[in-house]
């Protein structure tokens, strides 16, 4: 028997209206894991890759993973896969809370999205059902005004994916929001979405899913959870502090950089935004995603007013990267992503990018108004988080990403980018690792693709030293395939501090019954990243397109444990194209090709 999934996609072809119930290609969903990878299968089948991500023919697939609704640790993860009006790339933006675990109750292994409405819509599922209903009072609305109301408005224990102002408004880094604070952040999905003119998603109740081997599953599932509860990474440094946690450790590690990376290596000021202050200060509770024992979600209380976040990588995009060192600041700011719906980290670099380019004399004041984008300005950083989700005056130009920005202000080097997407919250000129992940990764600047930062950094293993040349493709190649395998399943990246591939790979097995070999699945997620990269190859994303900003290259980290050192990303690539069975050039191979089955898709 196959657990794991409902065996049923819902289509939805916003244009016309019309929804149909479909069966789930089982076969694809062997050879692809399932969820993103899944999803992707069927995406780059029905899209062409020329194509405008605003077009009406684009798809959006929102797919949950054959895990996601069960009882294992972490299991509550969805993706939104497109393609991204940021970089141009394939993509797909995870995230986790209670929707993913409602749409999988409600009936669905999949939702594709096609066609445009001509006014705005949301979709209810519920039982197996699905229903498309005006939306007209909503547009307008912000994430938590949009989210209560359709609460109230349908009652009983539901939950709700949207967009804001920002998503409506076509902000090129705009978020899909679920639960009010959880986000499939990256990439523009939301921008997608609005585009669309769908404003949101509400996931009823169901049923759990069937666990396709149920003996193994209850046999295995205490001892992931033991190993998670006695990891002191899972049970005490997220759970306490949440991912914030970082930010002492990143900071003397020498990779915390500041000011839009003009400055880095050591930041005398990291301890006043870190997790422990944040505990301190503001912090209430922590919050849990579904079926999570880890719990690394923050509520925070300011001004009498209850919010979550912010993150680590929040933390440093909004603070930090643009100058601020103030909790209450980056709260606020983090709120205003919140509530308008777009990436935190896209948009404190952006905010730093406009920081340094008004700081050159490159932006005149008539552009900016009264409020200055100077690094260490709070009032800019809040003024500009409030308007890029409405577009509105300065806030247009933000709206359009750091890359964008920095062309229309003739100095591209000010962009932090790969691809046009902002990169994380690690200097790779310190930690090579993600400097080849950020290169390389097949959704642009991104350090969720292979958090190498464990390996290189917090201990996991396979350890290695961050400035080792030798085995760092390998490294890489490696944790981009096991990635691969945490969210083609649902599960969280963050139990991998504790669990192993063995583990995860017995998870899969017990809930789907698809008995794989670690060959077979580490195949099938190879399949999945070269399937992204043949897409990213015909939509015109070039391998000449793998590179970091000139910074990373040419200037050395000024200071700290790491001073002196750049990224040699000419080294990295070629060793990188040669572990991924590629050319020189950086194509897949035929041979590649044909081992992994995607000769219908070569190019």
Same mark, same amino acid.
């Given at each position: 028997?196959?657990?794991?999934?409902?065996?049923?996609?819902?289509?939805?072809?916003?244009?016309?209206?019309?929804?149909?119930? #479909?069966?789930?290609?089982?076969?694809?969903? @062997?050879?692809?894991?399932?969820?993103?990878?899944?999803?992707?299968?069927?995406?780059?089948?029905?899209?062409?890759?020329?194509?405008?991500?605003?077009?009406?023919?684009?798809?959006?697939?929102?797919?949950?993973?054959?895990?996601?609704?069960?009882?294992?640790?972490?299991?509550? @993860?969805?993706?939104?896969?497109?393609?991204?009006?940021?970089?141009?790339?394939?993509?797909?933006?995870?995230?986790?809370?209670?929707?993913?675990?409602?749409?999988?109750?409600?009936?669905?292994?999949?939702?594709?999205?096609?066609?445009?409405?001509?006014?705005?819509?949301?979709?209810?599922?519920?039982?197996?059902?699905? #229903?498309?209903?005006?939306?007209?009072?909503?547009?307008?609305?912000?994430?938590?005004?949009?989210?209560?109301?359709?609460?109230?408005?349908?009652?009983?224990?539901?939950?709700?994916?949207?967009?804001?102002?920002?998503?409506?408004?076509?902000?090129?880094?705009?978020?899909?929001?679920?639960?009010?604070?959880?986000?499939?952040?990256?990439?523009?999905?939301?921008?997608?979405?609005?585009?669309?003119?769908?404003?949101?998603?509400?996931?009823?109740?169901?049923?759990?899913?069937?666990?396709?081997?149920?003996?193994?599953?209850?046999?295995?599932?205490?001892?992931?959870?033991?190993?998670?509860?006695?990891?002191?990474?899972?049970?005490?440094?997220?759970?306490?502090?949440?991912?914030?946690?970082?930010?002492?450790?990143?900071?003397?590690?020498?990779?915390?950089?500041?000011?839009?990376?003009?400055?880095?290596?050591?930041?005398?000021?990291?301890?006043?935004?870190?997790?422990?202050?944040?505990?301190?200060?503001?912090?209430?509770?922590?919050?849990?995603?579904?079926?999570?024992?880890?719990?690394?979600? @923050?509520?925070?209380?300011?001004?009498?007013?209850?919010?979550?976040?912010?993150?680590?990588?929040?933390?440093?995009?909004?603070?930090?990267?643009?100058?601020?060192?103030?909790?209450?600041?980056?709260?606020?700011?983090?709120?205003?992503?919140?509530?308008?719906?777009?990436?935190?980290?896209?948009?404190?670099?952006?905010?730093?990018?406009?920081?340094?380019?008004?700081?050159?004399?490159?932006?005149?004041?008539?552009?900016?108004?009264?409020?200055?984008?100077?690094?260490?300005?709070?009032?800019?950083?809040?003024?500009?988080?409030?308007?890029?989700?409405?577009?509105?005056?300065?806030?247009?130009?933000?709206?359009?990403?750091?890359?964008?920005?920095?062309?229309?202000?003739?100095?591209?080097?000010?962009?932090?980018?790969?691809?046009?997407?902002?990169?994380?919250?690690?200097?790779?000129?310190?930690?090579?690792?993600?400097?080849?992940?950020?290169?390389?990764?097949?959704?642009?600047?991104?350090?969720?693709?292979?958090?190498?930062?464990?390996?290189?950094?917090?201990?996991? #293993?396979?350890?290695?030293?961050?400035?080792?040349?030798?085995?760092?493709?390998?490294?890489?190649?490696?944790?981009?395939?096991?990635?691969?395998?945490?969210d083609c399943s649902g599960l969280c990246q963050f139990p991998s501090f504790a669990l192993n591939l063995d583990d995860y790979i017995e998870l899969v097995n017990a809930v789907t019954g698809f008995n794989y070999t670690k060959d077979e699945i580490m195949k099938a997620a190879?399949?999945?990243?070269?399937? #992204?990269?043949?897409?990213?190859?015909?939509?015109?994303?070039?391998?000449?397109?793998?590179?970091?900003?000139?910074?990373?290259?040419?200037?050395?980290?000024?200071?700290?444990?790491?001073?002196?050192?750049?990224?040699?990303?000419s080294k990295l690539l070629q060793d990188y194209y040669r572990a991924r069975g590629w050319d020189t050039r950086g194509y897949p191979t035929e041979e590649k090709i044909k081992e992994l089955g995607l000769e219908f898709y070569k190019i």
């Amino acid at each position: 028997m196959v657990g794991g999934f409902t065996g049923k996609i819902l289509r939805v072809d916003l244009g016309s209206g019309t929804l149909k119930i #479909e069966d789930t290609n089982m076969e694809w969903a @062997r050879d692809y894991i399932g969820g993103q990878g899944l999803a992707t299968r069927y995406y780059v089948d029905e899209v062409d890759p020329k194509i405008d991500p605003y077009d009406p023919d684009n798809e959006l697939i929102i797919a949950p993973g054959p895990l996601t609704g069960t009882s294992a640790p972490t299991a509550a @993860r969805y993706m939104a896969v497109t393609k991204s009006p940021l970089t141009g790339t394939i993509t797909r933006s995870n995230s986790g809370g209670y929707f993913g675990a409602k749409l999988k109750h409600a009936g669905f292994d999949m939702i594709i999205f096609k066609g445009k409405s001509s006014k705005p819509v949301y979709l209810f599922v519920d039982k197996g059902k699905a #229903e498309l209903r005006d939306a007209s009072d909503l547009w307008g609305k912000d994430v938590f005004e949009t989210t209560d109301i359709l609460v109230s408005r349908i009652g009983g224990n539901v939950s709700v994916a949207c967009i804001g102002p920002a998503g409506e408004n076509l902000v090129k880094f705009a978020s899909i929001m679920n639960d009010k604070h959880r986000a499939a952040g990256r990439n523009g999905v939301g921008a997608v979405m609005g585009s669309k003119k769908l404003k949101a998603i509400v996931a009823g109740g169901g049923k759990m899913p069937t666990i396709g081997n149920p003996e193994m599953y209850k046999a295995i599932l205490p001892k992931m959870l033991k190993k998670i509860k006695e990891n002191p990474v899972t049970s005490q440094g997220l759970t306490q502090f949440g991912t914030e946690v970082l930010t002492n450790i990143i900071n003397r590690s020498g990779i915390y950089s500041t000011r839009n990376a003009t400055d880095s290596g050591d930041d005398p000021l990291a301890d006043d935004v870190s997790g422990e202050t944040l505990a301190e200060t503001y912090l209430i509770h922590n919050q849990p995603c579904f079926a999570c024992p880890i719990g690394c979600g @923050r509520v925070v209380k300011y001004n009498e007013r209850e919010s979550e976040g912010p993150e680590y990588e929040s933390t440093w995009a909004l603070g930090p990267n643009t100058g601020v060192h103030d909790l209450y600041t980056i709260i606020a700011a983090n709120d205003n992503a919140d509530r308008l719906g777009y990436d935190t980290i896209s948009a404190g670099l952006t905010i730093s990018a406009a920081m340094e380019l008004y700081e050159k004399g490159k932006i005149p004041d008539k552009d900016v108004g009264p409020t200055k984008p100077k690094f260490g300005n709070t009032s800019a950083v809040l003024e500009m988080t409030a308007k890029i989700g409405y577009r509105k005056d300065f806030g247009d130009k933000l709206a359009e990403g750091s890359y964008r920005l920095a062309k229309m202000y003739g100095d591209e080097s000010v962009s932090m980018s790969v691809k046009g997407q902002e990169i994380a919250a690690y200097d790779p000129r310190g930690v090579w690792g993600m400097a080849l992940e950020y290169a390389t990764s097949n959704i642009g600047g991104s350090h969720m693709r292979a958090y190498t930062i464990s390996n290189e950094i917090l201990g996991v #293993e396979p350890t290695q030293d961050p400035l080792q040349l030798e085995g760092k493709a390998d490294l890489v190649k490696y944790i981009q395939d096991f990635t691969e395998v945490m969210d083609c399943s649902g599960l969280c990246q963050f139990p991998s501090f504790a669990l192993n591939l063995d583990d995860y790979i017995e998870l899969v097995n017990a809930v789907t019954g698809f008995n794989y070999t670690k060959d077979e699945i580490m195949k099938a997620a190879e399949r999945v990243w070269n399937l #992204e990269r043949l897409f990213n190859l015909k939509a015109g994303i070039k391998p000449e397109d793998d590179k970091l900003p000139d910074r990373f290259l040419n200037v050395p980290i000024p200071k700290g444990p790491k001073k002196g050192n750049v990224v040699p990303l000419s080294k990295l690539l070629q060793d990188y194209y040669r572990a991924r069975g590629w050319d020189t050039r950086g194509y897949p191979t035929e041979e590649k090709i044909k081992e992994l089955g995607l000769e219908f898709y070569k190019i």
